[in-house]
């Protein structure tokens, strides 16, 4: 049977998308390449103390950190060298969950939003009335662990920084600083899947496949009649027909989508060129008159990161979260499945902050600060008390300059072409002194000592000897952003892919610019306006 609307991809924005279409009476699939994740998308992995709880490693935010360290690690896709999530719920059953409703910058002309996307009160707020954050997910509505945030305050403060409810004030972002927030819902990671995905899944005419994996579009011209996967029950060939006015919608993330994209030919003739010769996609591509020149993959941004290491003898660095899976503290353990309350209902961090930066070019430049407890790495000469190491992370944020370019390897792997980071020596300078600010009044911490960089290494020794794909953030947007000129823009205000009849991106690919925190809840609403645009849209089914 025909659908009306096909989205590849269920990762937020995807599954935000199909429960709109869904609920506007469209015939839906949602497509996702991995399997499930939390409990009641019928995911069963985790830590032996969860058995019997119907609880996952993906529902418990204290495991947020595991996620790195498990050995098991099949939640990550396998062919893209960064980390990107392959699961029901994308990047969302893997986060931090850090979720910060958009400012009005996010969505502005100066960002290079159409001016069509202005009023996102509308979207940002019906994304919010689905999924509110809270910066006190224990269901006692109490906060744990909570010495980072109280050292870290003290050090803000003195560099006049004023404590807000972040999410409160979406707007105002210089010198503000709060409790981390998240989309965390009783104890337990919320966020699109246990929201959105759950009234799709109650509607007769949603339904979503697992395990099943978008190679391309099959297309007339610049008319969409099918999507290619690797399922033969799904089509003769493994193609999913489409209604004569049907429409699809990629939700494939960064890195999926523009994949999708050159499978299809569409994109840079370089890009495609790789696909043509690849012996297995090359064959289904179309023929070179049909190509679409799309700048797929330019225009590309990620938050550089940096991360300054510290301790304080009041600090708990609860182990470095080493133990949480395997031996975890066994009264946190207890109180959090008798109640989804205690350390195991928030992830890592517990303090962000914003400051605005005007850069030697005139231009305005946002720093967010995250704090938690424990650290990645470290690098010291000198001794010091490993529980009670914290981590303060600094990115560089709305306004940064620097692009970066995502394409594809020979073997069609996504991969990231070049560095988004740093590429202008004005961003590297703003987030030097940003770190520099950041620690200019450590001394009047009582106890408050830098591990990383130690005191035989100066901030800017230290930065120009990071490692650069320490600096990737995780937060990539931009590789097929809207705009009103396909010479630099791969989808249209609409988010349409221009050239094309029928075919749509949805995800944070379409973003123009990084926001200004966090990213996922800034995709999120841009998807409840995106696909609010698609439905008002004439010629559909
Ligand atoms: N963002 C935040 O706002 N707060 C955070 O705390 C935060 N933390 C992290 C983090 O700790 C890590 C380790 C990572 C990797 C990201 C973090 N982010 C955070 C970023 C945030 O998760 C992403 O920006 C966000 O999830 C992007 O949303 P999208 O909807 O654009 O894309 P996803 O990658 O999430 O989902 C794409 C889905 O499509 C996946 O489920 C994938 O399996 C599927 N897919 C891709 N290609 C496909 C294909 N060809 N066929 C079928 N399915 C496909
Ligand atoms: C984010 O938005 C980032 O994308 C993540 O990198 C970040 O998590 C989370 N939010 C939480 O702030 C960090 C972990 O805390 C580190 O332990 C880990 O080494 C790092 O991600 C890897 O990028």
Known sequence: IPYDYVVVGAG???????????????????????????????????????????????????????????????????????????????????NGALYWYPPDIDFSPSQGWPTSWQNH???????????PATDHPSTDGKRYLEQVFDVVSTLLKGQSYQQITINDNPDYKDHVFGYSAYDFVGGKRGGPVATYLRTAKARKNFTMKMYTMVTGVVRKGSTITGVRTNDTSLGPD?????????????????????????????????????????????????????????????????????????????VDAYDNWANIQTNPRSADTKQYLASQSGVFAQASPRLNFWRAYAGSDQKTRYLQGTARPGAASWNTTFPFNQTQIFTITAYLSTGITSRGRIGIDAAVQPRVLTNPWFEDPVDKAVLIQGLKDIVSNIKSVPGMTMITPDNQTTIDAYVNNYPVADMNSNHWVGPCSIGNSQSNAVVDQNTKVFGTDNLFVLDASILPAIPMGNPHGAIMAAAEQGVAKILALSGGP
């Open 121 to 131: 009160h509308t979207w940002t707020n019906k994304m919010i009335a689905r999924l």
């Open 12 to 94: 937020p924005a995807g599954i935000i998308t199909a429960d709109r279409l869904s609920e506007a009476g469209k015939k839906v699939l949602l497509v996702e390449r991995g399997g499930p994740s939390t409990w009641e998308t019928g995911g069963t992995y985790g830590p032996d103390w969860l058995k019997g709880s119907q609880l996952t490693k993906f529902d418990v935010p204290g495991l947020f950190e595991s996620m790195f360290s498990d050995s098991n690690s099949f939640w990550w896709c396998k062919d893209i060298n960064v980390f990107a999530g392959c699961l029901v719920g994308g990047g969302t059953s893997i």
């Open 238 to 314: 493994g193609v999913i027909p489409l209604n004569p006015k049907g429409r699809v919608i990629l939700s494939g993330g960064s890195f999926g989508s523009p994949r999708i994209l050159f499978q299809s030919g569409i994109g840079p003739t370089d890009m495609l060129n790789i696909v043509k010769a690849d012996p297995t996609q090359g064959p289904r591509m179309p023929a070179q008159s049909a190509w679409i020149n799309l700048p797929v993959g330019e225009n590309v941004s990620d938050n550089p990161s940096i991360n300054l290491v510290f301790t304080h003898p009041s």
